[in-house]
């Protein structure tokens, strides 16, 4: 996470390529969380987006995003 953290931008690509994200590494935790999308506590945030892009985690239930919906 220490090394995630000295990252000025981000660009996270969901499968087939497609551009998820794009902008400050420091608003990334903004980004999702406007989705619905909380990082689970004692979980690394980097590793949690990751999962959830590559479909190995669900979005959290309570935030009726399913991964289709993904931008």
């Known amino acids: 996470y220490a090394l995630f953290n000295m990252f000025d931008d981000l660009i996270l690509l969901g499968k087939g390529g497609l551009m998820v994200y794009h902008g400050s590494s420091k608003k990334v935790e ?12 004692r979980i690394n945030p980097p590793d949690y987006y990751i999962d959830i892009l590559e479909g190995i985690a669900a979005p959290d239930g309570n935030s009726g995003l399913r991964y289709e919906d993904l931008p």
């Not at 903004?30 to 506590?41: A, D, K, R």
């Open 30 to 41: 903004e980004y999702f969380s406007g989705l619905g999308i909380n990082v689970p506590e």
